[in-house]
């Protein structure tokens, strides 16, 4: 890595930088302008840094065929019996709400972007001055497209879900060859909802080390457990599905959180990022003040000038102003210099 973070806007996505939480609305506007202009509320409420929707319309991702491969026909699947047609029809984000989307993110101080689909996205999506790019899991081979997003010079966001490592490389690859070092790359189980033990977050450092790139989460699990750990281990992004009430449904409802859950995800994963620190041992300048509860050697018995040292007179206890338990076999059967208190934490003046 050239530099230790990207530029978004006014925000540094690094390991030195709190986490950037994007809330991604994906589908979950149900068709309506006014519930996606209240998420894009909700998300600001809930700390988020950004808000990110999906560019295309059901003709630009598939044909309108409702048969064979066109057709979802996994039993597990959300949207089992569905067409891909009618799924992109149903999730699509229509492009003259675009505008007022990203108006109001600006207004509430939300970085508002996008994830096009095709090279016609990508110009729409220039004419409204977003600050980064994001690359969908099943885009993230599609080539032609990462160098059309690359040649606006801005960020890229990348989701690696399904892909090989030789295709990441092809990826990164085509991205830098077009001028953009500006890349995080996210891991993500494209799987809906996906299961932590499907996350695989320890692939983060390798990826960030391999690639030599920012790193963060696509996440699809429930709850905030996998997300957490991630920033622990490194993610510098958290992406999360976000709709206002799981209960009223919409495409990606059942992997979505709601705002509640999105305000402890931006809270916990600060505090994930906070505790890593740094490398450190001994008392910090909070804990230095507790030492004095540490144990410590003290008389136990009033003792008069020459008496032994022994078990019934010298014992470790606290407070811990007397000298380190580890010299106690030392005083054992030693004789004290003058008469002391019980009470007295041990010295080296009271040895003879």
Same mark, same amino acid.
């Given at each position: ?31 309506? #302008? %006014?519930?996606?202009?209240?998420? =894009? &509320?909700? /998300? ?6 950004? @808000? *990110? ?114 295709? #990441? %490389?092809?990826?990164?690859?085509? =991205? &830098?060859? /077009? ?6 790359? @996210? *891991? ?165």
């Amino acid at each position: 890595m050239k530099k230790n973070f990207v530029q978004i806007d006014r925000f540094r996505v690094g390991l030195d930088y709190p986490p950037f939480i994007v809330a991604e609305m994906s589908g979950n506007h149900n068709q309506s #302008l %006014d519930r996606a202009l209240e998420i =894009v &509320r909700a /998300a600001a409420q809930a700390g988020v840094q950004a @808000l *990110k929707i999906q560019t295309y319309n059901a003709d630009s991702m598939t044909l309108d065929l409702r048969e064979g491969d066109f057709v979802i026909d996994d039993p597990e699947s959300l949207w089992y019996g569905k067409s891909l047609y009618e799924l992109y029809q149903e999730a699509h984000t229509p492009r003259d709400w675009h505008k007022p989307i990203f108006e109001l993110c600006r207004e509430l101080g939300l970085i508002g972007f996008s994830t096009p689909f095709d090279a016609s996205a990508v110009d729409f999506l220039e004419s409204h001055e977003v600050p980064c790019y994001k690359i969908a899991s099943f885009e993230n081979t599609d080539l032609p497209l990462l160098r059309k997003v690359a040649a606006t010079g801005k960020p890229v966001i990348i989701s690696t879900g399904m892909a090989e490592l030789a295709e #990441l %490389d092809e990826t990164v690859r085509a =991205v &830098r060859e /077009a001028g953009v070092e500006d890349i995080i790359l @996210l *891991k993500c189980t494209s799987t809906y909802p996906a299961t932590p033990e499907n996350s695989n977050i320890l692939t983060l450092p390798h990826m960030r080390d391999l690639f030599g790139v920012q790193v963060g989460l696509s996440d699809h699990s429930l709850g905030v457990g996998v997300a957490v750990a991630g920033v622990a281990l490194g993610a510098t992004l958290v992406e999360k599905h976000f709709t206002l009430n799981r209960a009223e449904g919409g495409v990606d409802a059942d992997f979505s959180m709601e705002p509640g859950e999105m305000k402890i995800l931006v809270e916990e994963t600060q505090r994930a990022w906070q505790a890593k620190g740094r490398i450190s041992y001994g008392p910090s300048r909070k804990e230095s003040e507790s030492l004095k509860y540490r144990r410590s050697l003290y008389v136990t018995r009033d003792m008069k000038a020459g008496e032994v040292f022994s078990g019934e007179n010298l014992r470790a206890i606290r407070p811990g102003r007397g000298l380190p338990p580890k010299y106690y076999d030392i005083f054992m059967g030693k004789k004290v210099t003058r008469d002391v208190k019980r009470g007295t934490p041990l010295n080296w003046d009271l040895l003879c």
